[in-house]
């Protein structure tokens, strides 16, 4: 039963907070936590976002030296996030940096291991991926970002992961279907903003989404 993530990709502060106004209750209920994903916002939005009594993930996909992968990281956390996502490919002592400043804070830190678009297959996939996957596992992360768009690639990395946590993005306007991805591959189900903020009503579209979890 994987948690409802929610790509909260929207531009403007008076759009965001009105998706998740409308979007929170069908995805939060005291028993299974939901969690929403923070994108382009910054950390500006953390507070009044933090209202709706859901997590918040910062998607900043930190990509740099330890040094300032530490400083954002503890900004994030600072901020009362609950998550932040790195990238792999900087290094160990980078993803490192993230998680010990997760670890410290009591959170969580994800390493984006194969993305869901497919320009991704040039260099974040195949042997790539799986190698960003172990870095991870000995990084001591919580757990990864792997594509709802290519469920056998995620069961492929869920080899080398073990039980640690596989959030999945994908879902929805790029296609990733959550009848294949949602039951036992996965740990969050990270559903494209587009189809939840796009839609006529945004909550019943959240609501159609959080029934996979069940």
Request: glycine share 10%; charged share 20%.
């Amino acid at each position: 039963m994987p948690d409802l993530i929610l790509a909260l990709d929207v531009l403007s502060r008076e759009e965001a907070l009105s998706v998740a106004e409308a979007a929170a209750p069908p995805i939060w209920t005291p028993s299974r936590s939901a969690t929403r994903w923070c994108l382009q916002q910054g950390l500006i939005l953390q507070a009044p976002l933090s209202e709706f009594g859901i997590p918040l993930i910062a998607d900043f996909k930190v990509a740099d030296i330890p040094n300032t992968n530490r400083l954002i990281a503890e900004q994030v956390f600072a901020a009362g996030c609950s998550g932040i996502i790195c990238q792999g490919f900087c290094g160990s002592d980078s993803v490192a940096a993230c998680v010990e400043a997760a670890d410290d804070a009591g959170g969580e830190c994800y390493v984006v291991t194969e993305m869901s678009h497919p320009g991704a297959l040039e260099f974040l996939s195949g042997k790539n991926a799986e190698l960003l996957a172990q870095l991870a596992v000995d990084a001591g992360a919580h757990g990864i970002i792997a594509p709802a768009t290519r469920p056998e690639r995620v069961q492929a990395l869920r080899t080398i992961i073990g039980d640690k946590k596989i959030l999945s993005p994908g879902v929805g306007a790029q296609g990733g279907d959550p009848a294949v991805i949602a039951p036992p591959l996965i740990d969050g189900m990270i559903v494209g903003g587009r189809a939840i903020y796009t839609a006529e009503d945004p909550a019943e579209a959240a609501r159609a989404y959080a029934a996979f979890r069940r």
